[in-house]
């Protein structure tokens, strides 16, 4: 189990806010949450504590609900304390016994993608040593006293470094637990307790806000890459005549059921990949997989209601969704009207809805299953 401490107790001092600075805004949502953001784009499921400050508990609670989602229940606040080192220790300390690989992250880093936490975890896993991103230092670095310039650094030994920072859970209480003294980061203490530290590729997406300056960069990244985003969604199950039939959210009484871990609602399971996608969060497999029992015979209105949420959390507003349906039966007729206004109030946005057969061709042609089709369009509304 992968266990993710997220640090949001830092001041901000040199942000010139007035508040801490995970709760400042960035393009209309706090820092904090578009760093959970990127926490929950990770394929890996994983429970998150956030380690915020005392006087900020309940706001974090609340923007960790929101940005989870359906995950909510994966995900924790505790009170951080005056220095990073003891935060982390106590974002530690809410983790459960299960968990057997921490990554530590700082919120400031709010723009760090998913993808970043899965390249750190794979490399824990594979190395059981400790594991940081960075990337090369391009500019040329002097060492100086004073105003005197005394040398040139060979540049090709730095690195900056970043977070995630990744640990075997073991190793990494067993330091914290001997630390004597504060360092700057979690990968200086792991070593320092005579573990090994290695390096991966970081990205630069995941720099670290810490002046206004900072906050402008990550904004004008905000504004160019998320304005508009479309995905795409399919689904296939079989039929299953010992089952009801559940598409698009409705009851169709007299018709053949659909086979699955849910209800089998192709339609609904395929709006939400779509949604998923076009928000960069993953698919319905990765949220809800099947091996999850609180998802067993769960219908498609709970997924639907659940991955709008995920993208809304994300900071995407649903402009529309288009599906087509590929199958022999049933007959969408005379429920279409129905059947789309149903699914555009469980959405929040217009929902279209159209059918099709494959002319006696393949599986769906044999009458064996259907297949479903989904499009969506959504919007930044930071």
Request: with cysteine; glycine share 12%.
């Amino acid at each position: 189990m992968i266990g993710i401490v997220v640090v949001a107790a830092g001041s901000g001092t040199r942000l010139g806010a007035s508040q801490p600075k995970a709760f400042v805004e960035l393009g209309g949502v706090t820092i904090l949450e578009r760093a959970l953001g990127g926490v929950f784009q990770s394929v890996e499921s994983a429970q998150v504590v956030v380690v915020a400050p005392r006087s900020h508990l309940e706001a974090a609670r609340a923007i960790a609900r929101r940005a989870a989602g359906a995950a909510s229940g994966a995900i924790s606040v505790v009170a951080g304390a005056e220095h990073r080192q003891a935060s982390v220790a106590a974002g530690l300390a809410a983790l459960g016994d299960d968990v057997d690989i921490v990554l530590v992250h700082d919120a400031a880093r709010a723009m760090t993608p998913g993808d970043a936490f899965d390249t750190v975890t794979r490399a824990v896993r594979s190395s059981g040593n400790g594991i940081i991103p960075c990337l090369p230092v391009s500019d040329t670095i002097k060492r100086v006293d004073g105003s005197t310039v005394l040398d040139t650094v060979d540049r090709s030994e730095l690195v900056h470094v970043q977070t995630p920072q990744g640990f075997p859970r073991a190793a990494l209480d067993a330091a914290y637990a001997a630390a004597t003294h504060e360092h700057t980061d979690d990968a200086a203490l792991f070593s320092e307790a005579g573990h090994r530290v290695e390096t991966v590729e970081g990205d630069a997406r995941a720099f670290k806000i810490t002046t206004p300056w900072d906050l402008q960069r990550a904004e004008r990244m905000l504004g160019v890459t998320t304005a508009m985003r479309t995905g795409v969604g399919m689904d296939v199950h079989a039929y299953d005549p010992s089952q009801p039939l559940w598409l698009g959210g409705l009851y169709w009484p007299d018709e053949v059921g659909l086979a699955g871990h849910s209800d089998g609602d192709a339609l609904c399971h395929a709006i939400c990949d779509a949604l998923l996608s076009a928000a960069g969060l993953g698919d319905i497999g990765g949220r809800f997989g099947t091996d999850d029992p609180r998802f067993a015979g769960a219908h498609g209105d709970v997924f639907l209601t659940e991955t709008v949420a995920l993208v809304e959390g994300a900071g995407y507003v649903v402009g529309n969704v288009s599906v087509q349906l590929v199958a022999k039966h049933p007959r969408l007729g005379a429920r279409r009207t129905e059947l789309e206004q149903h699914l555009t109030e469980l959405v929040g946005a217009p929902v279209s809805v159209a059918a099709t057969t494959t002319d006696g061709l393949g599986f769906t042609g044999r009458s064996e299953g259907v297949a479903v089709i989904a499009t969506a369009l959504v919007r930044s509304d930071r």
